[in-house]
């Protein structure tokens, strides 16, 4: 094919020329090369000069099943070939779409049993959102309108969703909705006052998100927005029952809990879903993404509780009670399809019983490296995980220095055939969910050189 045949050094000049890329640095836009990727196979991905590595981020936490995988490849084509897209507004539905959902339902906990589909992450959170202001508008309570979020939370980038991300450097200049959006403090355990214990740090956190709901007034708050684990925010797992009390304190003031599974479903933590079968919670409301089709084709999906919809559908409903809210290509039968089909795969081939296994493995192994000066903190769960550097010795804060650091170590792993993402300080991994013990010591043994 033409584009294969193109020499990657044009590739990079057209793509500087012509790409905006999330999250560029528009200092540097026209002058970084990038690594012009061409191809990639099981857990491997090379870039158009033939160089392979080991792809230490799944794509970018998404890749779960590895990459070309045939079953996939075949059940696009084959649903592009009987149905490649039909309107989901109003009553139409399509095959896979409809099996979709209720494959989801039947595998989220408790009674989320409704699904609406939206074509990312960020598209499921926002969609979220918008029905937890609409279910108060229907049930007359109009003032509950606020949203509580953490520092270190990754929410997306929609208009709604890039106000919710908890890393200064994503609000940009931007103050999209600040009157909206209220921000509780990290619950980075590493980052705690020194001398405070876990215990101390954990009640602490729970008692910020009811001060915060108290301060407000639960009659103007509608919904708690939670990762499981913070996972862009540097992975950060919260301390013990912390969540389960975080999902009393929004019980107690009728204040909806979401769970943003984004990242944490589809096997990352070796199940389905985390919410209920690692955390022990069962929300409101679970949005997800990424692993949903393995990154092959996007697709996010919300899911919400029986409880809320039966509250203001049927006949509970108000007047005019359209939930006006989705996308040209929600339930797309392809994705649709492919979700079915990577659900299949996940669960067929012993994928997150191997997680449960693996998992563990990787961050036993990964703790080793604690014993590297640089080294300042290492934590995850089941395939997702974080190596913090620190240049100077460790302090409340990240120092200046160690703000390039992880781009540093990200440029010699990648020398040595490993990608990671670097953000800050902060290495981060999350390689697909098919890793065996023999690539997990590659891995670590690249990230200790
Ligand atoms: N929520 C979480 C927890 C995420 O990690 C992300 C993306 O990284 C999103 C939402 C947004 O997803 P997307 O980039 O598909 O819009």
Known sequence: AKHHSLDPVEIAQVDKRHVLHPWSDLKTMHTEDPLVLAEAKGIHISDAEGNRYIDGIGGMWCVQV??????????????????CYYTPFGAMANVPAAQLAQALAERAPGDLNTVSFATSGSGAVDSAIRFAHFYFNCLDQP???????????????????????????????FNYARELVHFLPSVNAFRRPKGQSLEDFANEKVADLEAMILELGPENVACFVAEP?????????????????????CRKYDVLYISDEVVTAFGRLGHIFASKDVFGITPDIITCAKGLTSGYIPMGATIYSDRLIKAISGENAVDHPYFTNG???????VAAAVALKNLEILEGDGILEQVRDTGPYFQAELQKLRDLPIVGDVRGMGLMACVECVVRKIGAEPGEADMAVAARVDAHAQERGLILRPFESLCILSPPLIVTTKDIDRIVSILRD
């Open 229 to 249: 684990i913070q996972a862009s925010g540097g992975v950060i797992v919260p301390p013990e029952m912390y969540l389960p009390r975080c999902l009393e304190i």
């Open 66 to 83: 590895g990459y070309g995988r045939e079953e996939l490849i075949v059940t696009m084509a084959e649903q592009a070939r009987r149905l």
């Open 327 to 333: 996308f040209t290509y929600s339930g797309h039968p």
């Open 143 to 173: 003032s509950k309108r606020q949203v509580i979020v953490r520092m270190d939370s990754y929410h997306g980038s929609t208009y709604l969703t890039a106000s919710m991300n908890g890393k200064r450097r994503d609000w940009s200049q």
